[in-house]
């Protein structure tokens, strides 16, 4: 999967966030590091909805952009 993020840069470093996924943040003293760690930010998120949805009726639908 592919998210886009959002790099923001500071004299303390780099934090970035992930727009498509609400609260999805992390920071880095780096671009490469900041990447790094919301390649992990993302991973977690997606883990906590997947043992959110559990046992739910979950559907996907496509969207054209």
Known sequence: MRYKVVL???EEGVSVSVPGLP??????S???EALD????AIHEYLSVV?????GAEVREV???V
């Open 50 to 54: 997947a043992d959110q949805t559990r």
């Open 8 to 10: 923001v840069r500071s």
């Open 23 to 28: 609260g999805c943040w992390s920071q880095g």
């Open 37 to 40: 760690n919301i390649r992990t």
């Open 62 to 64: 496509e969207v054209a």
């Open 30 to 32: 780096s671009d490469e």
